[in-house]
């Protein structure tokens, strides 16, 4: 018989080696460590200099990960790399796939801004579910210092640069509990990274738009009430799917936006802080990556251990939200 659940059998992270703290981003805009670090509870982000592509941070976390899997590359059926920030808008998957040696492997780009990891997570269970594939190389990464504004202080010291990655595995055990995805475009417009057109004439009555993406622009109070309000119902929704209670919860590991949304996401639920991971400190937020990276830190902490249950949600551009609740490792 096909073995149709889901374990996350292998984590890896990376992120560039180059740092960038509040104390040095206030020589770039006006800013302070204070200010940042009371506001959002970073202190310091990593940034992808010229030489780091997305396609390089994502390979390396995921030798990580297969490598804490015990596979080899080429057991791996499907690559799903979330990104917003892909080094080729073509998509950057298959780059991977090659980089990895994963020949057997279909690679495909999704892009759910900073849900990205858990809209993977959920798309990738779907073809173990149905047992399509056996081995999912899951990868969570996003380069956002390409697109920030350095001259706007209300965005650029929110973000950082890294990748995440997990290998998902059938198996016998279910261990993907439950989940929720949620999707809103009426408010489309409090955070993004839009094209913007520039006419081009081309011949007689026809214009085509060349042109580029502008930086992340965000309406920050909008996202803060938007992810307070609807990631602890989310997360319930999760839980009432996985029938399962909040004290059944043994890590919360959230989108790492801002320690003033973990910290009131996890009030809301009644969740102590000591069940709340956080290293938002040191990566501000690496959209995609964040979750895995946070994940993966866990795991080899000793801090997350096999067949703890974890509640996990992602949120932000789109607007996009979801949750899914799972245990770890086989
Ligand atoms: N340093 C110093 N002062 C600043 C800075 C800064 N970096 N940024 C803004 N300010 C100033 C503003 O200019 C403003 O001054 P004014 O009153 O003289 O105009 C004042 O600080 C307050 O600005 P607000 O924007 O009202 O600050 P707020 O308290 O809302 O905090 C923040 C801003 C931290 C961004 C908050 O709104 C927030 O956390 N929102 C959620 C954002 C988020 O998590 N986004 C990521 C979503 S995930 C994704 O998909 C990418």
């Known amino acids: ?28 805009v006006e800013t302070s460590d204070e200010w940042i670090a009371s506001r959002t509870g970073i202190r310091d982000r990593r940034v992808a200099d010229p030489q780091t592509s997305l396609c390089s941070l994502a390979t390396a976390a995921s030798k990580q990960a297969i490598a804490m899997a015990q596979i080899d590359p080429s057991e791996i059926d499907l690559i799903v790399l979330a990104t917003s920030t892909p080094d080729d808008l073509f998509g950057s998957a298959s780059q991977i796939q090659a980089q990895l040696g994963a020949t057997q492997a ?14 993977g997570l959920v798309t990738a ?9 056996k081995t999912v190389l899951l ?5 956002l210092s390409r697109w920030v504004d350095w001259s706007d202080r209300r965005t650029c010291v929110l973000f950082g640069d890294g990748a995440g990655a997990v290998v998902l595995q059938a198996s016998e055990c279910d261990r993907l509990l439950g989940f929720e995805l949620r999707s809103d475009g009426t408010q489309n417009g409090c955070l993004n990274l839009s094209f913007q057109a520039q006419p081009q004439p081309l ?14 622009t965000m309406n920050g109070k909008e996202v803060y009430r938007f992810a307070v309000k609807k990631v602890p119902e989310v997360i319930e929704k999760a839980l009432f799917r996985a029938d399962l209670t909040v004290d059944q919860i ?21 969740i102590p802080s ?11 937020n690496t959209s995609a990556a964040s979750i895995p990276i946070a994940l993966d830190e866990a795991v080899r902490a000793g801090k997350i ?3 703890d249950v974890i509640a996990t949600s992602g949120f932000g551009a789109g607007l996009t939200w979801g949750a899914a609740i799972f245990q770890w490792g086989i």
């Open 1 to 28: 018989m096909t073995n149709t659940g889901i374990a996350m059998i292998g984590s890896g992270s990376a992120t560039p080696p180059v740092s960038l703290d509040n104390q040095r981003l206030s020589q770039i």
């Open 106 to 119: 279909v690679a495909f780009d999704l892009t759910a801004a900073c849900s990205g990891f858990i809209f």
């Open 125 to 133: 269970a779907q073809f173990i579910r149905t047992g399509v594939y």
């Open 139 to 143: 990868i969570g990464g996003d380069i």
């Open 203 to 216: 011949i007689d009555q026809i214009t085509v738009s060349r042109g580029t993406y502008q930086p992340i």
């Open 250 to 270: 043994n890590w919360l590991i959230l989108h790492q936006a801002n320690q003033r949304i973990i910290d009131a996401v996890a009030q809301r639920l009644n």
């Open 274 to 284: 000591d069940r709340v991971i956080s290293n938002l400190a040191n990566y501000g």
């Open 305 to 307: 251990k096999p067949g």
